[in-house]
């Protein structure tokens, strides 16, 4: 379960990115964060990942409560919780295999384990028979689809993605939205994006904001600003 309260965030030359934000998003959710640019949607983001801390309010992962100052297991909030940029940030060094595996061989998982869970996460977003290959081998569409298996590889409960199709082609996008549709139900999934056709396709959570406010809240709707 994810839970903001009352949060607020006021960077130090007055911008604020949030205002007051309260909302809920039960475990094995699917939502949208939806608004134009500056709206919000990326600072929620990184106060889940817990790269910026709230000017005020609490915000509750799982067990924990993320929010203090003192709190001591952001590693272990980092372990439950695969990230996706619009920009892929996959190593361009490693293979299709090694960047999915990367975050399990940091944490020294039983070598067993990790093919297994690699081979799997390959299978969902159709990488089977490219785990060699290396990304500048690979289209835009493919790249998304090694960042998506790195991310829900291994244990983590909760999916992230920043403008996941941003960066793609209005197919390609469709494609990679039917790799998301595989995690409904399975995985708590919060995508911030621009792409109106996809929000209103799925009609799933939708939480609207606009200049850090929070302005709606529907759960099954479409893309509203």
């Known amino acids: 379960m994810i839970v903001f309260e009352k949060v607020s965030k006021k960077f130090p030359l007055g911008n604020v990115a949030l205002d007051d934000i309260s909302f809920t998003i039960e475990d094995n959710e699917f939502a949208f964060l939806v608004g134009p640019s500056g709206a919000g949607k990326t600072t929620i983001l990184k106060l889940l990942l817990r790269e910026y801390l709230p000017t005020s309010g609490a915000i509750k992962v799982n067990d ?6 003192h709190f001591n297991q952001a590693e272990k909030l980092r372990r439950a919780i695969g990230m996706i940029f619009q920009d892929f940030k996959v190593l361009p060094e490693k293979n299709v295999f090694e960047n999915t595996s990367l975050s399990l061989k940091i944490t020294g998982t ?4 990790i093919q297994k869970e690699v081979r799997q996460a390959l299978e969902l977003v159709g990488l089977t028979k490219k785990e060699l290959v290396f990304p500048s081998q690979l289209s835009a569409g493919e790249l998304q689809r090694v960042a998506i298996a790195r991310a829900i590889v291994g244990d983590r409960s909760i999916i992230l993605a920043d403008e996941p199709t941003g960066n793609l082609d209005p197919k390609t996008s469709w494609e990679i939205i039917k790799i998301f549709k595989k995690l409904v139900g399975k995985r708590t999934v919060i995508i911030a994006t621009h792409n109106t056709d996809i929000v209103n396709s799925l009609q799933k959570r939708v939480i609207v904001l606009k200049e850090g406010k929070l302005m709606k809240d529907v759960k099954k709707g479409g893309y509203e600003v």
């Open 110 to 113: 039983d070598e067993d384990f």
């Open 64 to 69: 924990f409560t993320i929010t203090p100052k």
